[in-house]
């Protein structure tokens, strides 16, 4: 049986390359390529033709819901799953629209990525565990409360920055990741501990696990 060839999206070197190692352990895998953006992996994509492409969402140059969309017009027979940190609503559905048929969280185990890819190269829409029951709350109009709704006075880049420290990530990590400078990360935070009148980073956590948020750590 051939190999299902498989190509991995990641800004972050290090989880890159240890899903691509995990990923080349499995009987009838074969990881053809790698890429640290969006705007690269459209064009190895393009050249490479892998089965499955695995893409993160947060990348620099371009993010993986344009990078997606980019693929799926230019290679249709690639199909894309959304391996990210990210659990929100939105961008499950932005991820849906622009083509992918699947997501997973970088949470899951590695059985449930490895299936994910199978299942994805067959043909079929996959959503990793946790996600399928807010597909079906999504599709019947029953939306649970996002975190934005549990913080109004927050804009929607201070409720991202809330869920990254509520998962342990310090500043430089946090600036890294949405690829912005120290000191905005700073004034983020300090908007968000007026707004919601905490008195310091510790009492920040513990408000946003309250709320559901920071529940899944990066790689």
């Known amino acids: 049986m051939t190999a299902l060839r498989v190509f991995v999206a990641d800004d972050h ?8 190692g995990m990923l080349s352990t499995v009987e009838g895998l074969d990881v053809v390529g790698d890429a640290p ?5 459209v064009e190895r994509v393009a050249e490479l033709r892998p089965d499955v492409v695995l893409m993160d969402l947060h990348m620099p140059a371009m993010g993986g819901i344009e990078a997606t969309a980019a693929i799926r017009a230019r290679v249709p027979e690639a199909a894309v799953v959304v391996l990210t940190m990210i659990e929100d609503d939105d961008a499950l559905l932005a991820a849906m629209r622009a083509g992918a048929t699947g997501y997973v969280l970088k949470g899951a185990d590695q059985d449930d990525v490895v299936r994910a890819v199978r299942a994805a190269a067959s043909g079929e829409v996959i959503f990793g ?3 399928a029951s807010r597909v079906v709350q999504l599709l019947t109009g029953q939306r649970p409360p996002s975190a934005g709704d549990r913080f109004p006075d927050l804009t929607e880049r201070e409720v991202e920055v809330l869920d990254l420290v509520a998962g342990g990530l310090r ?4 600036a ?3 690829v912005v400078s120290e000191k905005t990360v700073r004034n983020h935070i300090s908007n968000i501990f007026a ?3 905490l008195a310091d980073r510790a009492q920040a956590i513990v408000a946003a696990r309250e709320a ?3 529940r899944r750590s990066p790689p």
Not at 171 to 174: G, M, V
């Open 13 to 20: 070197p290090a989880f890159r390359r240890g899903l691509a």
């Open 37 to 41: 953006d969006g705007r690269i992996a």
């Open 129 to 131: 565990p946790g996600i």
């Open 171 to 174: 500043n430089p990590e946090i």
């Open 176 to 178: 890294a990741r949405l």
């Open 195 to 197: 707004k919601l009148h």
């Open 212 to 214: 559901g948020m920071g």
